[in-house]
């Protein structure tokens, strides 16, 4: 994604990058970037009291950073929950149930 011009673009990329399942990268208004999962998000009344905390990439580390810092986003890593939701899940298993094609069982498929 480009640079982040306005609040609304901002706040509407967070939304977005939150619901995302795989890593993203931040790059703050410093130059700086960091890459990984955001898992929690605080939207307060203005940028500076707005804040993601993202699980670093390859890291147990995590890290709180103001809205007012961003520059830019990016959806860096792939999301591994794409293409496994439950509508997609139920039909994989009534096409090999009634096709015979493998074994059609009740247990999740693998995220990987």
Known sequence: ????????????????????????????????QIEGYIFDRIAGAALSSSFVRVLLKDSHQRVKISYAEIAALAFSGRDPAAGKSWDAWVRKYWAKKSTGEGEATLQPDSLE
């Not at 609040?7 to 990268?25: H, I, K, N, P």
């Open 1 to 32: 994604m480009p640079e982040l011009v306005t609040e609304e673009e901002l706040r509407s990329a967070l939304e977005q990058a939150f619901d995302y399942r795989g890593d993203v990268t931040i790059t703050r208004k410093d130059g700086t």
